[in-house]
């Protein structure tokens, strides 16, 4: 008997012992962005089945537990919010303080709707800075206008 | 007797009133991110005393109202969390379902450490599709490694 | 100095005063659903400028009042969860039964995704029935599949 | 010694092992709704003995763990609220933004009551669009109004 | 501008002021059941428009503030849980110590399904007793079972 | 090492292992109340040493387990409220619409007090009706006035 | 139109007005316990008619104002959980440290039951020590077992 | 690996094994209050390397149980809040009812500070009363006033 | 009618309209700490009636309006748990990653017990550095350990 | 499959057992504070290779155990808030009772920004006292202004 959190905790232990990479098992996986592959096997987004099949080699997971990697996850059940971690929670503290001014300047710009969290992508870089390097973050969300009907 | 909360409500109630845009006030108040001077005038952010002066005009403030305007504010009091607006709560949905994912790739690619939401900048802009135009944000904030003394 | 639930207030005070039913406001506004009608009068969506006026004929609001009416609403903030009213609270209650049921099912017909709560419409009917009538709720949202990039 | 937790857990595990579907298993089980096979599979409603051994073959479960699915279960323990997963939040949403609309229009058409959640069918179906497939829902609650004594 | 809340708080004062009994102002009423009375007096149930006209000439309510007592009230609001008052929180207890035990028992003999609510009276009266009288309660409710479809 | 946990959840498992009914079982433990014996074995009330003793023989238990049942329960623990099961949420709404009401009318009947939920008894039954047969409760529970010292 | 808490600040306003002490206004109303009268000035217990009648003269109370110290109030409105005061929390404090302790010596003693909340009185006294006085608290509550039926 | 918890599981279960009495293992531990010692087996207060070597005897602890009994423990763990046990509830109910009444009334007499439940002790005893015997609980509790400096 | 929170909000409204620092306010109240004066005039701490009757001269108050700063506050009420300011929030923060390491230092250097809130004082300076100032605080808290009796 | 949980749990029950000292293990790993590396231990900071190295040797540790002490921890998800314990509560109490004090001076001296709980650091000391020692705690953050784009 096998569970998607059992296959992520998995993937964490072999990750830690054998000393991988992110970025190194993403460049394995496919051509997709390193956020995916990583969000994927932390249990939050799925792998193709040729995709799973290359992680289950990294990991050594038995070809159940590669499936589990193919089936939708129950999204978001790995951070309890508020989120105690810092680094995570200054995304939320973002939300609390500039929550009200993002709504305020996309519906000025856009109309009535919102930035789509589904059609959605992004990036992390290091920003070089000379005042020490900067995270820099790029997201890209369809605009969703509410439909009248 | 004032408060910041009565000088929000203010400007909001001004803002619906004479139909004024976020863009156009926040290109009056000076040459700062129009998202920092929309964030000020709903009670998040700070304006310098010639900003707040600035803003008086605008909104029609007394001298005292103004003042609450320079002031620091309690920050993230506006945002009940979970965000109920749609809009908003997209952001908290990212939380959940890539927090994990930003703390594996931020520490991997910068060590044990933080992005910080105080030096921190960030853009909304549109961003043209065919398939339907996209929002766009760029987010960056300073990365603060854990000290160690 | 007006707010949106000021404004909210004023139209249900007005509602029970004069005896007026939703669907009857909803006519006199447009040929949209009286669903985003009712929605955009209780501070749930907004109307445009021109149903704005007629609104506020019907319920004998100021034009700063009626401005309200087609500013995007603070949404969801009038329902404290879980719901106390029983009405409100089946529907809760359909969620916590049959939530992870939707999921599977939704995701084996359409794949990894969502139903749009933006891109959406739905209706309520009265389906006759000799054992006690009905209600019909029809909903529909456009597929947003999870994108890969 | 058994629970109705890990016979829902093995019935999870066998599901993803063998690629089984939810539509195929159902309709081996029976005439019934594959939302309500679904349900019961998932520890959210009952199967009748006969269909809990046609279960018990497609799983491979002992005659004790088919007769969990004929016991009335916990229901609603699998849904944490407000849900995480971004497909089941939605239909969460749609309840905080249309709520009171909801109320407000049944009530209007059949009087103090609500729509029952217990005499209650639904579906779930694809509905083709060339802008885009869309999740059509039906639902179908008796109406229960408030009786007085 | 009026409200239910503002109603129900009105006849609470005027209640107070009078030295009114509910018992007695039931009985004015008409003749349903003096727990119904009571619950739409608080916000909790309906008056028929006679009734209400008649609760506005004992309370001294205006016709818009009778109005709201034939409205279908946001059912719930006035009770926080859990209850801090001790003579509600004992019936709470007793869910978290029966509840169990109700739900083995009514599903024993019934079969799956619920006790309803809405179709539901009940009765309160004084069980006299030497070694101290007791509250005697006597509830009733339809027995609603899980349709399958 | 055993714990009051593990004794229920071996006494549910035997329970639909050999399809036992809690009637049945109560009529073999003793005279009392089958509410009674089946809150004990549910964890919530605690049986005599005799009791227990004939409840190890129905269900296979070990004196240490049986010893368990004789001892005061950490009571309440079963039931997360609010209640996720729609069967003992029901209870739960009776309280949110008619709390206050309870309280006004008990306290007009016998003063300032409660009804004690220790010093209490009730009874499920059927009551046939030709529209439906109703879960009829009685529930009687001492008046408890607040003494004066 | 009054309601019990404006009549409780108010006497909470006029007490610091007037520098009135607790004590001192109970030994007016009656020989009844400090206690007991401060809990009903502060809305957490109910005078007789006659020491509303001499309260109502202490703090300048209407015939209204003062009826409302009659009845019986909506207890434990006040104190929000977990208590934010030291002095309250540090009661809090010792339930969390001390509950499974009082449980256990309580049923060790008397049986399975509880110490009443409601037949209970109390006392609060300076115990004078060379190490610093302590605050010394009786409490007495009859034990109420869990009654068999 | 052991760990606090599990050696007062084993605690717990051997006392219920073998019919232990708390007030008979605390004679034989020492002569400090039963609260304590109670407490320290519950895992809130600490022993003594003496007196956990004694519990290890009666419990038949191993030296690594045993030393984990002379640790600070993780207090008030165990008691999760509100209280779902009546006996353990009625305690947070005086607080609800009378922490305000406590906080007047010790504040008018000592001032403004607080009462310790760091340097505090307790008793538990049996009243013996014809109308019912009653639980008698006496307090002390250092007062310790708030320094100015 | 007057309240302790008034005449905060009264403060803090004056405080802006003239510009007074809370240093400088302080200052002209007497020799204590200016963490002590500020707290006070925030709700949180006492002010002998000498430094009230100063403090009233300061920001025009009434003689009721300055006797509650003398009055014992409900100390706790103006700060939301968890803080959504972020100079707030990071103390939140240092207790949640640092706690565990604070009690365990504490106990391994002074034994079971805690640092008092009460018997407590502190300092905020500010600590040059070429790389950026530091906010130096000092806390010293008197120890105080778990008394046996 | 080992976890940072586990890591954590087995290092307490090494402790324990062999009675060792925080300060005595952190005198061992090297010369950072042993605030740091208790801390570290304890799950809330990382370790250098070399240091993680050192604490295998005295723990007992795999390898892999090792391993995950050099891995940034999921901070903060040791300590349940509030605090239940004593000893950490009174950190959450300082909170409530003196952050809005903190947030005042600190922004009146420094201007609008934080303390920083990243670039921190902090010494815990016993101050002798000849009216009891006192826990005497030092902080020291970077003060980080908001920074203005």
């Known amino acids: 008997m096998t569970s998607r959190e059992e296959v992520s905790a998995k993937i964490l232990s072999v990750k830690v012992e054998q000393g991988l990479t992110w970025k190194g098992v993403a460049a394995e996986l496919g051509s997709s962005s390193p ?8 249990g939050q987004m799925t ?13 050594g997971l038995s070809p159940e537990e590669a499936a589990w990697l193919t089936v939708s996850p129950e999204r978001g059940s790995t951070v309890l919010m508020p989120p105690t971690d810092p680094l995570i929670y200054r995304f939320y503290e973002l939300i609390q ?7 305020a300047l996309i519906e000025e710009e856009f109309g009535d709707g919102i930035m789509s969290a589904i059609d959605f992508n992004m990036s992390i870089e290091r920003e070089p800075d000379p005042k020490g390097d900067r995270v820099k973050i790029g997201m890209s969300g369809k605009f969703l206008p509410f439909k009248r009907y």
Chains 1, 2, 3, 4, 5, 6, 7, 8, 9, 10 share one sequence.
């Open 35 to 42: 956020i995916l592959y990583t969000a994927a096997l932390l």
């Open 47 to 59: 792998l193709t089945a040729a995709e799973a099949e290359k992680a289950a080699k990294i990991f």
């Open 97 to 103: 303080n500039y929550g009200t001014t993002w709504k």
